[in-house]
């Protein structure tokens, strides 16, 4: 497995190499742009999703994971408001569901959802994207009905007013629910076709309930294109290569509201970099790859060495004035 470009210490195939980037990314953004024209619209919310001082937890699956390793969605949103100084926090897992299944780590899925909650709400966001659907909707039409109560269980828990034990507790954030990117064709996805009919289903779920919850909503599924020409957009027609994310960059730029300005990947090169690298200490900053030893059950062991890890702080603020300038610094 190879890192990714700029970070050595997070292990992930670079599916899309940099020195093919610059070719596909014209192709890429004029398919967003048709889709952006003539598709479903991406989006649901009147009201600006996002404002100023806006602090963003994106929260899901190996989508969002992925995301924080190549920092391009959360550049197209940086840059595409530039007039707004907004914050993103990364909590994307691999394979993770609305059960937080692949969060337990040594505990049950029970206990890796209370401390799902509790990071978020110790991050105190004002915007919680939460980006779930694809991983569930391989239990089919049965699973549906479980994945409605579990998302709507998911959402009442993120938005739970804090307990107010003094004047200044914080408002519970605004919720942005965010449909997932379709099956694509690839030798190694046959029936995206079959996928996505089964996919549509928890999509639609996803749907009703930002609009019962008065909640934002990005509906990649509805916007983001199904071609998939010689694996432009994703080779194994799930993961998405450099040249997808561009797609769903753009995507959720506009449904955010943002400038077109988010959308030149050549120019934003510089920010995506730092937002990359400003991600990989917040990843170690909240899950630390020996946090068995500083957390967990064996922190008897190493767990005086945990007062180390909010050291990252400082150096997370420092990324994030780095990456504001650099975007200031946009022509």
Same mark, same amino acid.
């Given at each position: 497995?190879?890192?990714?470009?700029?970070?050595?210490?997070?292990? *992930?195939? &670079?599916?899309?190499?940099?020195?093919?980037?610059?070719?596909?990314?014209?192709?890429?953004?004029?398919?967003?742009?048709?889709?952006?024209?003539?598709?479903?619209?991406?989006?649901?919310?009147?009201? #600006?999703?996002?404002?100023?001082?806006?602090?963003?937890?994106?929260?899901?699956?190996?989508?969002?994971?992925?995301?924080? /390793?190549?920092?391009?969605?959360?550049?197209?949103?940086?840059?595409?408001?530039? /007039?707004?100084?907004?914050?993103?926090?990364?909590?994307?897992?691999?394979?993770?569901?609305?059960?937080?299944?692949?969060?337990?780590?040594?505990? !049950?899925?029970?206990?890796?959802?209370?401390?799902?909650?509790?990071? %978020?709400?110790?991050?105190? #966001?004002?915007?919680?994207?939460?980006?779930?659907?694809?991983?569930? !909707?391989?239990?089919?039409? +049965?699973?549906?009905?479980?994945?409605?109560?579990?998302?709507?269980?998911? *959402? &009442?828990?993120?938005?739970?007013?804090?307990?107010? &034990?003094?004047?200044?507790?914080?408002?519970?954030?605004?919720?942005?629910?965010? $449909?997932?990117?379709?099956?694509?064709?690839?030798?190694?996805?046959?029936?995206?076709?079959?996928?996505? +009919?089964?996919?549509?289903?928890?999509?639609?779920?996803?749907? &009703?309930?930002?609009? !019962?919850?008065?909640?934002?909503?990005?509906?990649?599924?509805?916007?983001?294109?199904?071609?998939?020409?010689?694996?432009?957009?994703?080779?194994?027609?799930?993961? @998405? $290569?450099?040249?997808?994310?561009?797609?769903?960059?753009?995507?959720?730029?506009? =449904?955010?509201?943002? !400038?077109?300005?988010?959308?030149?990947?050549?120019?934003?090169?510089?920010?995506?970099?730092? %937002?990359?690298?400003?991600?990989? @200490?917040?990843?170690?900053?909240?899950?630390?790859?020996?946090?068995?030893?500083?957390?967990?059950?064996?922190?008897?062991?190493?767990?005086?060495?945990?007062? +180390?890890?909010?050291?990252?702080?400082?150096?997370? =603020?420092?990324?994030?004035?780095?990456?504001?300038?650099?975007?200031?610094?946009?022509?």
């Amino acid at each position: 497995m190879n890192a990714v470009a700029g970070l050595p210490g997070w292990p *992930c195939r &670079d599916l899309f190499p940099r020195r093919a980037v610059w070719a596909f990314t014209a192709i890429a953004l004029l398919l967003a742009n048709c889709c952006l024209a003539d598709g479903p619209p991406a989006t649901a919310q009147a009201d #600006p999703m996002l404002v100023d001082g806006d602090r963003i937890v994106l929260l899901g699956e190996g989508f969002i994971e992925r995301e924080g /390793q190549l920092g391009l969605i959360e550049t197209a949103l940086t840059a595409g408001h530039p /007039q707004a100084t907004l914050e993103f926090r990364n909590l994307g897992w691999n394979g993770d569901t609305v059960w937080a299944e692949s969060r337990g780590v040594f505990d !049950s899925p029970a206990e890796g959802y209370r401390r799902m909650i509790e990071l %978020v709400g110790d991050l105190q #966001p004002t915007v919680v994207f939460v980006a779930y659907g694809r991983n569930e !909707s391989y239990a089919g039409p +049965e699973g549906i009905a479980a994945f409605r109560e579990q998302l709507t269980r998911l *959402c &009442d828990d993120l938005t739970r007013p804090a307990p107010a &034990d003094n004047d200044q507790a914080p408002q519970p954030p605004r919720l942005v629910l965010v $449909t997932p990117v379709p099956f694509l064709q690839a030798s190694t996805c046959p029936d995206a076709d079959r996928r996505n +009919e089964l996919l549509a289903a928890y999509a639609e779920v996803i749907r &009703d309930l930002a609009a !019962s919850t008065d909640s934002g909503l990005i509906d990649l599924f509805a916007a983001f294109p199904r071609t998939n020409d010689n694996g432009l957009l994703s080779l194994d027609g799930i993961q @998405l $290569t450099r040249a997808g994310y561009y797609e769903a960059a753009a995507i959720m730029r506009a =449904a955010t509201g943002g !400038s077109p300005s988010g959308d030149d990947p050549a120019q934003l090169e510089p920010v995506r970099e730092l %937002v990359a690298a400003k991600n990989e @200490l917040f990843f170690h900053r909240w899950r630390p790859a020996n946090e068995t030893y500083l957390f967990l059950f064996r922190r008897h062991e190493q767990g005086n060495n945990a007062v +180390e890890i909010p050291q990252f702080d400082p150096l997370i =603020a420092e990324a994030e004035g780095r990456i504001r300038a650099a975007v200031d610094a946009l022509p």
